[in-house]
C-alpha cells in the first residue's frame, strides 16, 4: 500500500516542531544561556511561523539540484576560457574586492547563523536558523571555486582571506560582522537577517549580479543567482524574525527599533563599496546606484516599513541623509580608492569620456558640479605624466572603519567629521549615525582594531608603506596594485586579444 | 498600496512560471533586465500549482519555485496550492 503523500504544512510540523523537546531534569535557562540577556521577551516560542516550511529533506534535494546546476556552468565557463568573454579587464577588479571583502562575509554569516541555530529556544527559529547556515557556506564555497578561474589569469585573487583579515578598507565589512556575531543572538538576526538580508543584499545580489551577466561573466551571475535563491528564504526569515519580536512583547518594540537604527546605518556605510562597483566597475551599465537605490531600498524597503508601522516601527533613524546619499556616496568611494590605488589590492582608473557622460547624465544634480572636475583634473595630471597618489594615511571612523571620505550631504564640498570625548580619549567619526552607535556602546567601540592606527603603532610590519602591503598585506606590488594603465593584467589581456 | 514583487533567472522553466504569474494577476508588471525576470504587482501577487502545471505539461511542487527564484518582496504565505506574496497594508 502507498504510504499518504503529507502536505507542506503537515510535513513541516512533523519534521521541525516535532523533533523539538520539553526539559524535565536539566534546566532550560542553562540550555540557551542567551535569550534573555538582551532584554527581548519571548512569551511563546510555538508562534514562530517560517512561511516557506522546507523541512530538511526538500532542502538537500532543492539545493541539491541547484548546486548541479551550478557546477555544470562553472565547468563549462572554464573549458571554454570564459574569462575572455568579459567586456573589459577593468571589470575582473570588481570580482577582486567581491572574493576579498564580501564572499569571507559569507563564512562570518556561516558561523553567525550556526551560532544563533543552536541558541534560540525555539525549534522553528533554530532549523531555520541552520538551513541559512548551511546556504552560507554554500556561497563562501561556490564563490572562490568561481572566482578560482580568475586566479589562473588575473592577480589580486592569491591571498583574499589572509587580506581580509589584515588590509584597510577590508576592515569595513569585517568589522561590520564581527560587530553582528559579537552581539547577542536577537541583536544578530535583527542586524544580518532583517537589516542586511531583507533589504541590503538585494542591492548585492541582483543588480551587480545582473550587470555581471550584461559583461559577460557567466560564472559570477550563476554563483550570484544561485545564492540569491537562497536569500530569498533569508529574507523572509529576517521578516518572520522581525514580525516575531514585535508580537511577542510590546517591550521588545523599542529595542528592535535601536537595532534598526543602527543596523540600517551600519548597511549603508558598507553598501558604498558596492554603489563604487556599480557606477564605475561595470563597463556595460544595467543602471546606476541611484536607481538600483531607489528601486531596492526606497521602495521595497518603504513598502516593508509600511507593513511594519502597524507594530509602531517606524523608518530608521537618519533615512533622510541616507535618501541624500545616493546622489554622492559612488562618486566619493571611488575618487578615494583612484586616489589610494597604490595600497589597493585592485587596479583603478579614470573613468573614459564616455563613462563620464553616463555619469553625468545619471545624475544630473550632482556628478558635473561636484565630481567631473576632479576626473577632469585627474586626466590633466595623468597626460603631464602625474598620476595623483595620496602619501598620507587616511583618518578612519571608529564605528564603519570607512576613511573620513564622506561629506556633510547638505554641502558636499565639507568633510562631514564628528569626535565624541570618552573616558579622557576623543574617538572621531565619519556621521553622525556612526557617533551615535558608539554613545550607546563605547565599551564595545573602543576595543575596535583600527588598520591605520594598528600601522602608526608598529602592529604591521614596515615602517615603509611598501613592506607593510607586501609582508603584511601580502600583496604583490607592482602587480596587485597601482593603475590599471600599464598593469600586467592589462598587458596579458591585450596579448590574448592580439591588441598592441 | 505597495508593490509585492519576485524576480526569477531567466530561463527555460522561468519562461512557463512567468506565464503562469500573467494569467494568474492579469495585470502584473514583468520586467526583462539582463538573465533575470522582475514580475511587480500592487499589494498582492499569487503563483498557482494547475497554471504552472498547465503551462509546463508535468507535475509541478510549489516548492521547485526555489530553484530558479532571485529574489522577492512581501509577507509570504505557501501550502501544496499556492504561493502568495502580500503587504498586509
Known amino acids: ?500 | 498600496m505597495s508593490k509585492v514583487y519576485i524576480a526569477l533567472q531567466d530561463n527555460d522553466e522561468s519562461r512557463y512560471i512567468v506565464e503562469a504569474i500573467e494569467e494568474s494577476n492579469p495585470d502584473a508588471t514583468v520586467i526583462h533586465q539582463p538573465a533575470m525576470i522582475r514580475i511587480e504587482r500592487e499589494h498582492r501577487l499569487v503563483i498557482e500549482r494547475a497554471v504552472v502545471e498547465e503551462k509546463m505539461g508535468r507535475e509541478w511542487d510549489v516548492q521547485e519555485l526555489h530553484i530558479n527564484l532571485i529574489t522577492l518582496g512581501g509577507n509570504v504565505d505557501e501550502d501544496d496550492d499556492q504561493f502568495v506574496l502580500e503587504w498586509k497594508q
Open chain 1, 1 to 500: 500500500m502507498a504510504a499518504k503523500k503529507l502536505n507542506i504544512k503537515d510535513k513541516y510540523r512533523l519534521l521541525t516542531r516535532d523533533l523539538d523537546w520539553d526539559f524535565s531534569y536539566e534546566d532550560r535557562q542553562q540550555a540557551f544561556p542567551y535569550e534573555e540577556f538582551e532584554g527581548i521577551k519571548i512569551t511563546d516560542w510555538s508562534k514562530w511561523e517560517d512561511p516557506f516550511r522546507l523541512t530538511m529533506d526538500s532542502y538537500w534535494k532543492y539545493q541539491a539540484e541547484k548546486e548541479k546546476k551550478l557546477y555544470a556552468i562553472f565547468d563549462a565557463f572554464s573549458q571554454n576560457n570564459g574569462h575572455l568573454n568579459v567586456t573589459d579587464p577593468r571589470y575582473v577588479n570588481a570580482l577582486k574586492i567581491f572574493l576579498t571583502g564580501i564572499s569571507p562575509l559569507e563564512y562570518q554569516a556561516y558561523q553567525g547563523f550556526a551560532h544563533v541555530g543552536r541558541q534560540f529556544g525555539g525549534v522553528g527559529a533554530r532549523v531555520a536558523c541552520q538551513m541559512q547556515s548551511l546556504d552560507e557556506l554554500r556561497h563562501v564555497q561556490t564563490q572562490i571555486h568561481a572566482m578560482s578561474h580568475y586566479n589562473k589569469f588575473f592577480d589580486g585573487f592569491q591571498e583574499y582571506s589572509h587580506m581580509h583579515d589584515r588590509v584597510w578598507y577590508l576592515s569595513v565589512p569585517r568589522s561590520f560582522f564581527c560587530d553582528a556575531r559579537s552581539a547577542g543572538p536577537f541583536e544578530f538576526m535583527i542586524a544580518i537577517g532583517f537589516s542586511f538580508e531583507y533589504v541590503l543584499t538585494n542591492l548585492v545580489f541582483v543588480p551587480f549580479m545582473s550587470g555581471a551577466a550584461y559583461n559577460g561573466d557567466m560564472a559570477t551571475v550563476t554563483f550570484g543567482f544561485s545564492a540569491q535563491s537562497d536569500e530569498a528564504r533569508h529574507m523572509t526569515l529576517g521578516l518572520e524574525v522581525i514580525k516575531f519580536l514585535l508580537e511577542q512583547h510590546e517591550d521588545n518594540v523599542p529595542i528592535v527599533q535601536k537595532w534598526i537604527d543602527k543596523w540600517f546605518w551600519r548597511g549603508c556605510r558598507l553598501l558604498s563599496v558596492i554603489a563604487m562597483m556599480m557606477d564605475y566597475m561595470l563597463p556595460n551599465k544595467v543602471m546606476s546606484w541611484k536607481e538600483a537605490w531607489e528601486v531596492y531600498f526606497e521602495e521595497a524597503g518603504g513598502a516593508l516599513f509600511k507593513d511594519l508601522a502597524r507594530y509602531g516601527i517606524r523608518m530608521p533613524k537618519y533615512a533622510e541623509t541616507i535618501e541624500k546619499e545616493k546622489e554622492h556616496i559612488s562618486h566619493q568611494a571611488w575618487w578615494t580608492f583612484y586616489t589610494h590605488g597604490h595600497v589597493a589590492g585592485f587596479h583603478t582608473w579614470i573613468p573614459t569620456d564616455e563613462e563620464l557622460d553616463w555619469l553625468s547624465a545619471q545624475y544630473p544634480d550632482t556628478f558635473d558640479k561636484y565630481y567631473r572636475p576632479l576626473w577632469e583634473l585627474a586626466k590633466e595630471m595623468e597626460a603631464k605624466g602625474e598620476r595623483f597618489y595620496n602619501s598620507g594615511l587616511p583618518q578612519l571612523c571608529q564605528i564603519c572603519q570607512i576613511p573620513m571620505l564622506f561629506t556633510e550631504m547638505d554641502n558636499p564640498n565639507q568633510n562631514s567629521m564628528r569626535d565624541y570625548l570618552y573616558q579622557g580619549e576623543r574617538y572621531h567619526f565619519c556621521s553622525d549615525g556612526c557617533c551615535d552607535i558608539f554613545k550607546e556602546e563605547p565599551e564595545k567601540y573602543v576595543q575596535a582594531w583600527l588598520p591605520v592606527h594598528q600601522i602608526f603603532q608598529g602592529n604591521c610590519g614596515g615602517p615603509d608603506v611598501g613592506d607593510i602591503l607586501k609582508d603584511y598585506y601580502k600583496m604583490n606590488v607592482g602587480h596587485d596594485n597601482m593603475d590599471m594603465k600599464g598593469s600586467p593584467d592589462e598587458a596579458r589581456w591585450n596579448k590574448w586579444k592580439g591588441v598592441a
